[in-house]
């Protein structure tokens, strides 16, 4: 049945390459969204998950590529390996910056590097069946994790309401960068997942996994981040705050993160369905950051 | 059917205890129950982006201008180490550090005008004017000062910059020469200072007035074992090279890549895990070759900043032209796709 199965918009595809970008710190302030640190910190976790995570997709999609036998999603798969390696290096600038503004996030970070490295790791396997497996419910789980990725993406690629509030600029360029990435690349793990697997029983069961773990290790995040801020006397946060924040459009609104949980469920469903590409491309046309990296490549 | 009031209480009594041994397990640390991966990996970078501030601009000589560069935290370096300058072309170029390597608000560089160069000097002579906020990258060492019974510095011109920290860090005492050669007296950076350093240490060598160098007369006498750090120009290096006694070890700095039809030459490539051998031409890359017998290779960005087609190396000796790895990653490894060999020869573990 024609409706059951994914249906990829053909119009939104992009040939995918890494841009050589890099951001620098000195100028951004602990609380880059001014005077509204729970938005900030809230944001800030992906400085936490994503250098270890995107690490890690990396580290997975290198053993995946000998399974691929279509030459146009090998081309993809490879532009996304280096795209990420770029997100990863990115975020994981903005670390020592904030440890230098006293906000140290080690603990947390060497947590996270377990989660990845070891948890989810190369497990001892014996090769054959098991090893297969636990790649292919990796390749699963990036693959759900980039729903979430390219929702964020298009999220704050519109989020005009960060730019009214005085956000940082180069923070705002960091994560739109990034962002538009996403956006432009969101149809490659999916397309990967179902080119080597593609169940809809894994789909459903990878998908839990990863959400579980996305709004643990978040939540975990803010409140670290909250309780560690040096300026902070009252480190409270509560559900009621994110939900707020939702509605003023500094946050992604709870409503909209509720309604893309049944999208990416649906039989019928491919990223490409959802976002906007052009968006996405219009905004590194006028990005500094990939600007810079594009007169670097130039050079 | 109704529980008995015991069982009740038992049950939260019990509850209440747990909640209490949690709440105080989670105070004692707040991010328990997951493990840290020791030592941690984020929270590393290789390398920030430093935005610095050009402060002086000088001329120290003919052609040749000082920068001062100034920052905050700067990380410290060793001698022999340089900068990456992305200039407001958005090329990027490396330039020797000649200041004070404990100095951590400041940097020092010096260039030379190369007219017929590549224009990276002509925008740091005419763009970098004071005032300029400008990014760096770095320090980076590949050239580094290693312990020796002797040293024989051999600089042309601008080639001093390097060797210039390392004269100030070696300790009394140690035996040392240095050979320093250029076009003519006033083209010659630090003079000043070089003769103070070295007193009858040093050869002035300018090429107007004295032609030029006896580097066979420098080399004689020279015990086994003696570091030569060559810094110059591709005439010098190659002179340097071929006068060099046997039982000396050359480090050599270039200003420019390797000659070559773009600085590459052809060399041997085995990669040994899988028992093949390849030939990677003059203009090709060791990527292209890897890929033509290892179809699933890793790579991505082909430009030498992604970091995925790392590969490790067993043996020769690499010539480094990525802008991601750091020092002691380049002992052991390379990135494959703008990467080539030193030598006629590289071996990887794949």
Same mark, same amino acid.
Request: net charge positive; charged share 25%; aromatic share 10%.
């Given at each position: 049945m024609s409706n059951t199965q994914p249906r990829p918009v053909e119009s939104e595809r992009i040939a995918l390459k890494a841009r050589n970008v890099s951001f620098s710190w000195e100028d951004t302030p602990l609380h880059w969204v001014p005077g509204d640190p729970f938005t900030t910190h809230t944001i800030n976790v992906l400085h936490l998950l994503l250098p270890?995570?995107?690490?890690?997709?990396?580290?997975?999609?290198?053993?995946?590529? &000998?399974? *691929?036998?279509?030459?146009?999603?090998?081309?993809?798969?490879?532009?996304?390996?280096?795209?990420?390696?770029?997100?990863?290096?990115? %975020?994981?600038?903005?670390?020592?910056?904030?440890?230098?503004?006293?906000?140290?996030?080690? !603990?947390?970070?060497?947590?996270?590097?377990?989660?990845?490295?070891?948890?989810?790791?190369?497990? /001892?396997? !014996? &090769?054959?069946?098991?090893?297969?497996?636990?790649?292919?419910?990796?390749?699963?789980?990036?693959?759900?994790?980039?729903?979430?990725?390219?929702?964020?993406?298009?999220?704050?690629?519109?989020?005009?309401?960060?730019?009214?509030?005085?956000?940082? !600029?180069?923070? @705002?360029?960091?994560?739109?960068? %990034?962002?538009?990435?996403?956006?432009?690349?969101?149809?490659?793990?999916?397309?990967?997942?179902?080119?080597?697997?593609?169940?809809?029983?894994?789909?459903?069961?990878?998908?839990? /996994?990863?959400?579980?773990? @996305?709004?643990?290790?978040?939540?975990?995040?803010?409140?670290?981040?909250?309780?560690?801020? !040096?300026?902070?006397?009252? &480190?409270?946060?509560?559900?009621?705050?994110?939900?707020?924040?939702?509605?003023?459009?500094? @946050?992604?609104?709870?409503?909209?993160?509720?309604?893309? *949980?049944?999208?990416?469920?649906?039989?019928?469903?491919h990223p490409s369905q959802d976002c906007s590409t052009a968006q996405a491309v219009a905004y590194l046309a006028g990005s500094p950051a990939a600007l810079a990296a594009q007169k670097r490549e130039a050079a | 059917m109704i529980p008995k009031p015991r069982t009740v209480a038992l049950v939260a009594g019990a509850a209440l205890l747990t909640r209490r041994a =949690?709440? #105080?397990?989670?105070?004692?640390?707040?991010?328990?129950?997951?493990?840290?991966?020791?030592p941690p990996?984020?929270?590393?970078? #290789?390398?920030?982006? =430093?935005?610095?501030l050009v402060t002086a601009h000088e001329t120290i000589a003919d052609g040749v201008v000082r920068l001062r560069l100034e920052g905050t935290g700067l990380p410290r370096w060793e001698p022999g180490a340089h900068l990456d300058l992305v200039l407001p072309s958005g090329l990027?170029?490396?330039?020797?550090?000649?200041?004070?390597?404990?100095?951590?608000?400041?940097?020092?560089?010096?260039? #030379?005008?190369?007219?017929?160069?590549?224009?990276?000097?002509?925008?740091?002579?005419?763009?970098?004017?004071?005032?300029?906020?400008?990014?760096?990258?770095?320090? #980076?060492?590949?050239?580094?000062?290693?312990?020796?019974?002797?040293?024989?510095?051999?600089?042309?011109?601008i080639g001093i910059t390097p060797v210039l920290p390392m004269l100030r860090a070696l300790p009394d005492g140690t035996e040392w020469r240095l050979l320093y050669g250029g076009r003519t007296r006033a083209s010659m950076p630090f003079l000043d200072e070089v003769r103070a350093l070295a007193g009858d240490r040093l050869t002035l060598v300018a090429e107007d007035e004295d032609g030029r160098?006896?580097?066979?007369?420098?080399?004689?006498?020279?015990?086994?074992?003696t570091a030569v750090y060559c810094c110059g120009p591709e005439g010098l290096t190659a002179a340097v090279e071929k006068a060099l006694p046997g039982d000396a070890r050359l480090h050599l700095e270039r200003f420019a890549p390797r000659a070559g039809a773009d600085g590459s030459a052809e060399f041997e490539l085995e990669l040994r895990r899988s028992g093949r051998t390849l030939t990677v031409p003059a203009g090709s890359t060791a990527l292209a070759a890897v890929r033509g017998a290892l179809p699933d290779t890793a790579y991505s960005c082909e430009q030498g900043f992604c970091g995925t087609c790392r590969q490790r190396v067993l043996e020769g000796e690499v010539d480094h032209r990525d802008e991601l790895l750091t020092d002691a990653e380049r002992r052991d490894s390379m990135l494959i796709c703008v990467s080539r060999a030193r030598g006629d020869r590289l071996v990887l573990d794949m």
């Open positions: 270890a995570g995107e690490r890690w997709f990396v580290h997975v999609y290198k053993q995946v590529l &000998p399974l *691929i036998r279509d030459d146009r999603l090998r081309a993809d798969v490879v532009g996304f390996i280096g795209q990420e390696a770029m997100h990863s290096q990115a %975020h994981d600038e903005v670390l020592p910056h904030l440890r230098d503004q006293g906000l140290d996030p080690t !603990p947390y970070t060497a947590q996270v590097d377990w989660f990845f490295e070891k948890l989810l790791g190369d497990r /001892t396997l !014996p &090769p054959g069946r098991a090893r297969r497996w636990w790649l292919l419910e990796r390749v699963a789980l990036i693959a759900a994790i980039e729903h979430y990725t390219a929702f964020l993406g298009d999220w704050v690629l519109g989020a005009s309401e960060l730019d009214r509030r005085g956000a940082d !600029p180069t923070m @705002l360029d960091l994560l739109r960068w %990034h962002g538009a990435e996403e956006v432009e690349h969101r149809s490659v793990a999916f397309d990967l997942f179902q080119h080597v697997d593609g169940g809809y029983r894994r789909r459903v069961r990878t998908w839990a /996994t990863a959400f579980s773990a @996305l709004v643990f290790l978040w939540q975990r995040g803010i409140r670290f981040f909250l309780e560690n801020d !040096p300026t902070l006397t009252d &480190p409270k946060a509560s559900f009621k705050d994110f939900y707020l924040r939702g509605r003023q459009g500094t @946050l992604p609104a709870t409503g909209d993160m509720l309604r893309s *949980i049944p999208r990416y469920l649906g039989r019928g469903y | =949690l709440r #105080r397990r989670v105070r004692r640390s707040p991010l328990w129950p997951l493990p840290a991966l020791d990996i984020s929270g590393r970078p #290789r390398s920030r982006a =430093l935005k610095l990027v170029r490396q330039y020797s550090l000649c200041g004070d390597p404990e100095d951590t608000s400041a940097y020092t560089i010096a260039t #030379r005008l190369v007219a017929d160069g590549r224009g990276g000097s002509r925008e740091v002579h005419e763009r970098l004017a004071e005032g300029t906020e400008l990014e760096v990258r770095g320090p #980076r060492n590949r050239f580094p000062l290693v312990d020796a019974p002797a040293y024989v510095f051999v600089a042309g011109g160098p006896d580097l066979a007369g420098l080399f004689a006498g020279t015990a086994p074992g």
